[in-house]
Structures are given as C-alpha cells and as structure tokens.
C-alpha cells in the first residue's frame, strides 16, 4: 500500500486477556518503530526492528509485552494480561533509514482494557 | 540524557492570528530536526524537517520553523492560523540520523484555534 497500515483501528478488551496489534510498514522500509500514545504523555518509544538485526527492546514496559518482525516486512505487537494501564493509542511507524530519520506514521491502534 | 521541550501544552489562538509553538533540544551536537502534525483521530504526518542548510524551512500548510543552534530551538510558526490547524505538535530531534535511540519525541501542544 501507499503509507503504513495498522490493524485493528480500534480494540476493546477485558482486563487479562492477550490482544495482537499488527502494523505493515511501506514497501521498501528497512526500519519499523512502535510508540504508545498515552493521553497527555506524548510519544512512548517502544520497540524498534532495523532489517535483520536484533530488534532493540529497550522501550517496551514490561515483559507482558513483545513484538516480531516476519520477513523484515509485517509486524505484530503483542500485550498478554491485559492492564487498564495499557490503554492507549499504539503508532506504528517506518522508515527508509535515510540519514534524516524521517518517520512515516500509520494511524494508530486505539487499545481499551476495561 | 537528551530531551525535547515543548513548553506549552496547550496553546489557544483565535482564527487569523499569528501562531509561534515553541520547541527546544537539549544537545548541542549536530542534528536533524522535525515538527510533526495530528489531527483528530489520525496518525502524525510530517509538517516540515531541518537537516541543513538554510536554518528557515518552510512544510506544508503555510508552517515555517527556524533552527536557532545558539538557544537549541526550532520554533514552529504561521503568520495566520486557520480552524483547520486544531492539531496537536509534536517536535522530534534526530541525534544519530535515526535508529531507536537518536530520534526523540516532545510531548506535543494541542493547538487550539477559535474562531
């Protein structure tokens, strides 16, 4: 497709349930980020998978959460146990990994742990 | 550690007005520099990038930015806001030219235009 597409849009869920976030990046984008979007808390880094390398982890909350990359193309998000606390927008985002670090957004998965 | 500054959280402005969101870095080294836009319910589309060169660029929609290297800022600016522009901002630092730890998000202004 023409920009980054990410699915679902919206998500409802029970508190302890496992929910799956999956974000297609733009053809050719060797970069794949995933931020968190809390109200008021601005952007969140989470994950960040560069071609086949390993995927840099360092900003994902807990160990409830975990994310792949398939084929250096395709990714999903995965939250196990379900907090309220999760609730929020999940961005994802790619990259063509020019120099400038420029970042192309989808429009988010909005998660909502009753 | 580095950071991002956006000062004002929310910034109202009456249609037709002049509009300056306020943006500041905390390194000094060289870097790349970038203000995002939301829209309601949508994800962040670019709005204008520094990487070098002239330090006034100009994006989309009439938005304009300076990059000041001596007070490590990057003010975002239009002359005459539109309702069109009730967005929220972001300004977002790139350290290393990408890669996890080099790009570095505000926590946005929610500009808010009256009529």
């Known amino acids: 497709g023409a920009g980054v597409s990410q699915s679902p849009s919206n998500k409802v869920t029970e508190k302890g349930k496992d929910v799956e976030l999956r974000c297609d990046p733009i053809?050719?984008?060797?970069?794949l980020y995933w931020y968190r979007q809390s109200l008021g808390q601005g952007l969140e880094f989470l994950i960040y998978f560069q071609g086949n390398s390993a995927p840099d982890k360092s900003g994902l909350p807990s160990d409830r959460f975990s994310a792949e990359r398939t084929g250096g193309s395709v990714s999903t998000l995965t939250i196990q146990r379900t907090q309220q606390e999760d609730s929020a927008v999940y961005l994802c985002?790619?990259?063509?990994?020019?120099?400038?670090?420029?970042?192309?957004f989808g429009e988010g998965s909005r998660l909502t742990v009753l | 550690a580095q950071s991002v500054t956006q000062l004002d959280s929310q910034v109202p402005v009456f249609e037709e007005a002049p509009v300056e969101l306020r943006c500041n870095y905390s390194s000094s080294v060289s870097v790349y520099l970038f203000w995002y836009v939301q829209y309601p319910n949508q994800g962040l589309q670019l709005l204008l990038k520094y990487l070098s060169g002239s330090t006034l660029v100009k994006g989309i929609n009439g938005f304009e930015a300076e990059f000041n290297k001596s007070q490590t800022s990057f003010h975002l600016r239009k002359p005459s806001v539109h309702i069109s522009d009730t967005a929220e901002y972001f300004c977002a630092v790139s350290y290393s030219g990408g890669g996890a730890d080099g790009l570095t998000f505000g926590k946005g202004t929610h500009l808010i235009i009256q009529p």
């Open positions: 985002a790619s990259s063509p990994m020019q120099p400038s670090g420029e970042l192309f």
């Open positions: 053809s050719g984008h060797t970069a």
